[in-house]
């Protein structure tokens, strides 16, 4: 018989006193989180205007036809753009050709900083909008690279420019070419096979073994190495997703060892998020519209008029 004194759920960790937005602000509040680490994909950037990749209907893989593709795997392939170069640059052109601006997402990441609590940024979007809001390295790392340069694809010739003086080329739906030497020339992006950039695995190590916070915001974490990083913080650091749906969460399975209840679940020897289990001491899962969570959050911080500000460029 499984003895239910001992089966008290676990203690949150230190810091801790709800898994929700106010748990959440109060280990802020109370000086719990001094190096916060942030991980963001498109789903950010979504309110801005530009369409993230997954989501149902809305996303750009379920609209892939309209870039004039079947496959969206193929659309950051270097080979396959070489090739027929017009898919990839319908998809640059939804990018560069408006004035996006950052959201409220990307704001409370720059609260942060100007408090002094971010570690660092580290970024799957591709669309600078974190650069705009006012991050910059060494706190921002754009994992996937960005479109604000361009680089010739010719290895012996590499020939890097600012986008901006091929805008006008992409924006007519043409394709541009290096004025050098003539081969196909494309935004700085990372490509599916390329390696991430070296900036990303400099602080890599010592930001998850330091970190007193993770906060994963906007992304579907289908894309490695991010969904192998939630893993990484030591297991006392509060980890906190704020998206639409639930990620990379498994599912709980209890037994009974020497009357005592034990999480039985292979999944246990992961440190994936476990959103919801009886074991969980440390997983906060903000899910629904992560404007109204993240607004909710920075209220509850006492932040508004630090937000209000910052949108209007006083501080
Ligand atoms: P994804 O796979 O499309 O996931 C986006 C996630 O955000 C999904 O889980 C959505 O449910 C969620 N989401 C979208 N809108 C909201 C909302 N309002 N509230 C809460 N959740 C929401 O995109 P990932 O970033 O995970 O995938 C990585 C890819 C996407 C990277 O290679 C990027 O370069 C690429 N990408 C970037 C951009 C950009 O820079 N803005 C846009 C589209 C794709």
């Known amino acids: 018989m499984i003895n239910k004194h001992k089966n008290e759920k676990p203690s949150l960790v230190k810091g801790l ?14 000086g719990y989180a001094k190096k916060i680490l942030i991980l963001t994909g498109a789903g950010i950037s979504v309110k801005s205007g530009i369409p993230d990749f997954r989501s149902p209907g ?10 004039g593709m079947l496959e969206p795997d193929l659309l950051f392939n270097r080979a396959f ?8 640059f319908s998809l640059v052109k939804e990018f560069i050709d408006k004035e996006y601006e950052p959201t409220d997402a990307h704001y409370l990441s720059v609260l942060f900083k100007n408090k ?16 705009k809001a006012g991050l910059t390295p060494p706190y921002l ?4 690279g960005h479109m604000r340069t361009s680089t010739c694809t010719n290895s012996s010739c590499k020939n890097k420019i600012p986008t901006e003086s091929i805008k006008n080329i992409i924006i007519k739906g043409q394709i541009p070419y290096c004025k050098k030497c003539n081969s196909l020339i494309i935004p700085d992006v990372v490509m599916n096979d390329d390696d991430l950039p070296e900036e990303f695995f400099e602080q890599l190590d010592k930001d998850f073994h330091e970190c007193d916070l993770l906060i994963v915001m906007g992304t579907s974490l289908q894309v490695e190495p991010f969904p192998g ?14 998206n639409k749906e639930p990620v990379v969460t498994y599912v709980e399975e209890l037994g009974e060892k020497n009357g005592r209840l034990v999480e039985i679940s292979e999944d246990r020897l992961s440190q994936k998020f ?3 289990h009886f074991f969980n001491r440390r997983d906060i899962f903000l899910g629904g ?3 109204s969570n993240i607004l909710e959050l920075i209220k509850e911080l006492g932040w508004e008029e630090d937000l209000n500000k910052l949108k209007s460029k006083q501080i």
Do not use: W
């Open 58 to 67: 809305t996303g750009i893989y379920d609209n892939i036809k309209k870039y």
């Open 274 to 276: 476990k959103f919801g």
């Open 289 to 291: 519209d992560l404007q």
């Open 81 to 88: 753009i070489k090739n027929d170069p017009k898919p990839f």
């Open 141 to 144: 790392i754009e994992c996937h």
């Open 116 to 131: 002094g609590l971010l570690m660092r940024y580290y970024t799957q979007n591709i669309d600078s909008l974190d650069l």
């Open 17 to 30: 006193s709800s898994l929700d937005i106010k748990g959440l602000a109060g280990y802020i509040k109370n």
């Open 229 to 242: 990083m939630i893993e990484d913080p030591p297991l006392n650091v509060p980890r906190v997703l704020i």
